[in-house]
């Protein structure tokens, strides 16, 4: 990279734009902040003494399906991953924190019994409420959304037990989840059991849910939707388990787009629970029912005259009665992307997918529930580990690795280059402090020093702390940093440092503090043709000189950019240097903040780097729906090395704070059309990253 001198196609409808709500809305001197713990960017001590915990691996995952869509003023569902973590083991505790305004991730890590019987904790806007391994259960009663509640996920939990002895209950209306005009709702992982009225109501025009991967058993009215006049709610349904449940498996009455695939229903011979219908489409429904199996039920799949119902590649064993389809539906792929498994595994799949689990990365890790062991290395400074260097965990990688290989490093400061060859896939680096802070890998290398063999100079790529070159890379909850005192080196030709590299495909990195001064991230590939794909969340990287920079198709999301003063003590400097390949997408910087303790109008957003000259590249950086501070240049995109970033290809669209501004011949903004392709799922394709 060239030194800084100091002169020198739609899917998603009711789209709105306004910013994610966590996002930090202001960031006066980045580089001052507290450095936030695995679970955030927004800073140390946050979770409260009387109840501190640490949310399970998986408690910041992202919905998927329709709770995934942008609409109503909310970007996906994601829950209280941007608030505290507490452990509640008890009712009024449960209560406090799942009403409480602020967002909270609540981990429940024990059998909580409602008083009095049927009660619903109502529950507000910007939780996660997930069982703590298999001990999370709410017995006798359940939980309650009520209007306007949104992005709310309640996973890997037990409720159960409010039935009161009459089947068909007209009296007690004490459902497990009852959501009456709520959005944005993810329920995953439950399993659901054995209450007086619904397992699952969505009622009054509930809309932008997705339910997965859950357990729905020994009830009479199981899954109700509708409850409204209106055909206004969206819902995806995918990889239950409904047993011996007689009705509403689910019933969906007045649903603009009923997504349902990949669902067993099974009702046994000889139980005393006989299955009314399966799957109904009801009023004036659009229903789209994909691989899913039907086994022993009666009249399978139902529909209204006036529904439409469209089928394909499902399973029908041992069933009888109705079974329906008809109308033109809708195209769930215009909404959001998705995988479907094969209908005949279904029931070996979701027997042991379904329902909490004591540990569980994602819904989509549950299609390989028997094969998602991995094994483990330890590494710690103080030989408690079996390594005392990550570098000497990664060497005991079997080549060729087929299956995950977690290294958890405890904390510490690790002073070492480490390098994770190509041959070696499937790596994750897990610190293993209380925050990203407490486990450190530290290097000081500079592109114009000279290699210890005397073989030459390290150059860019080479001065990683961190160098990356196997696929399905992941790291979470650490710091890498290159340490390179430039004021020392001011004769060094090369002062190139890079913390971290990666140069292979499908990077997943989470919860990181990635600090260096130029050159601090290079997001590139194994070779020119090849894909290099990186997702980046929660996260800070820090930097002054081209300091998000390479060919990689990357995305940076909820994360920080921190700009940092030159080593002189000047205010100057370029965020990212894209170096694309033409036909290929390049950076995405979205909901993540950028500015620092530095001096007003003093950076740049970006420039294009054509490396070598090469003036094939098309080098691209979007920035999106972040917050800009007043560090950002009004005309915030510069030329480089002879080549005008105007022929290549930078962009904003509706960004917010003192560094934003209107478009102009300067300021290229997307237009809305524009933008809708140019959002996290394009960049990444049909990669689907996972929680670390």
Do not use: C
Not at 183 to 204: E, P, V
Not at 581 to 587: I, L, Q, S, V
Not at 664 to 679: N, Y
């Amino acid at each position: 990279m060239t030194e800084l001198h100091g002169h020198g196609k739609a899917r998603h409808r009711r789209r709105k734009t306004v910013l994610l709500a966590g996002v930090p809305l202001a960031l006066a001197a980045a580089g001052a902040m507290a450095y936030g713990t695995a679970f955030g960017v927004f800073g140390e001590g946050m979770q409260p003494k009387a109840a501190a915990a640490a949310a399970p691996t998986w408690a910041n995952d992202t919905a998927d399906g329709f709770a995934s869509v942008h609409a109503l003023g909310q970007k996906g569902t994601y829950g209280g991953k941007d608030g505290k973590t507490v452990t509640v083991r008890t009712l009024a505790d449960l209560e406090k924190y799942a009403s409480a305004q602020e967002p909270y991730v609540i981990v429940v890590a024990a059998t909580i019994s409602m008083n009095p019987k049927g009660r619903e904790i109502k529950v507000a806007s910007d939780k996660t409420i997930v069982g703590a391994g298999t001990s999370g259960q709410i017995a006798g009663g359940g939980f309650f959304l009520g209007q306007g509640v949104h992005n709310v996920i309640i996973r890997n939990l037990t409720i159960r037990d409010s039935y009161q002895g009459t089947w068909n209950d007209k009296e007690h209306d004490w459902d497990a989840i009852q959501m009456d005009g709520a959005h944005h709702i993810w329920i995953d992982h439950n399993d659901l059991r054995h209450m007086a009225d619904g397992l699952i109501d969505s009622r009054k025009d509930t809309t932008y849910v997705t339910v997965s991967w859950n357990k729905l058993s020994d009830n009479n009215k199981t899954f109700g939707i509708g409850w409204t006049k209106n055909t206004t709610a969206d819902l995806t349904i995918h990889h239950n388990w409904f047993r011996e449940t007689e009705q509403r498996n689910p019933s969906t009455d007045n649903v603009a787009h009923a997504h349902l695939y990949n669902n067993f229903l099974q009702d046994d011979p000889g139980t005393g629970i006989r299955s009314s219908y399966g799957n109904y489409a009801r009023g004036r429904t659009k229903m789209v029912l994909e691989n899913s199996y039907f086994q022993g039920v009666n009249n399978p799949v139902t529909k209204d005259s006036t529904a439409a119902l469209v089928q394909r590649g499902n399973v029908f064993s041992r069933t009888s009665g109705r079974n329906e389809t008809g109308g033109t539906a809708f195209d769930p792929k215009a909404y959001y992307n998705y995988r479907l498994d094969k209908a005949a595994d279904l029931p070996a799949l979701l027997k042991s997918g379904t329902g909490p689990r004591n540990t569980i990365g994602t819904t989509a890790s549950a299609r390989t529930a028997a094969a998602a062991t991995h094994s483990t290395l330890t590494v710690a400074k103080d030989g408690s580990g079996r390594y005392k260097s990550v570098q000497k965990a990664v060497d005991a990688v079997p080549a060729g690795n087929t299956s995950r290989v977690v290294i958890r490093i405890a904390p510490g400061t690790y002073r070492e280059t480490v390098k994770v060859p190509a041959n070696k896939p499937h790596v994750t680096f897990e610190g293993t402090g209380r925050s990203r802070k407490d486990t450190v890998i530290v290097a000081g290398h500079a592109a114009g020093m000279t290699k210890p063999d005397g073989s030459g100079t390290y150059g860019t790529g080479g001065s990683a702390t961190v160098a990356v070159e196997a696929d399905d890379f992941q790291a979470r909850n650490l710091t890498i940093s290159n340490d390179f005192d430039e004021a020392k080196h001011q004769r060094l030709n090369g002062r190139q440092a890079v913390a971290l590299r990666t140069a292979a495909d499908r990077i997943r990195l989470d919860a990181l503090i990635i600090s260096g001064d130029q050159d601090t991230l290079l997001l590139d590939t194994a070779a020119k043709e090849k894909t290099g794909r990186v997702y980046l969340t929660n996260s800070y990287v820090i930097g002054n000189t081209d300091f998000v920079f390479g060919r990689a198709t990357a995305v940076i999301d909820k994360s920080v950019l921190a700009l940092k003063k030159r080593w002189n003590g000047t205010s100057a400097g370029y965020v990212t240097a894209p170096s694309t390949p033409a036909g290929r997408m390049g950076f995405l910087i979205t909901r993540t903040t950028i500015d620092g303790d530095v001096s007003a109008r003093s950076f740049h957003l970006g420039r294009p780097w054509h490396a070598g000259g090469d003036a094939s590249l098309d080098p691209q950086t979007t920035i999106r729906d972040s917050i800009l501070g007043a560090a950002v240049k009004a005309a915030p995109w510069a030329d480089m090395g002879g080549f005008s970033w105007k022929k290549d290809r930078f962009a904003e669209y509706h960004n917010d704070g003192p560094g934003a501004g209107a478009a102009s011949g300067d300021r290229p903004h997307l237009t809305d059309a524009q933008a809708v392709a140019q959002e996290t799922a394009d960049w990444l394709g049909g990669w689907k990253p996972t929680a670390v």
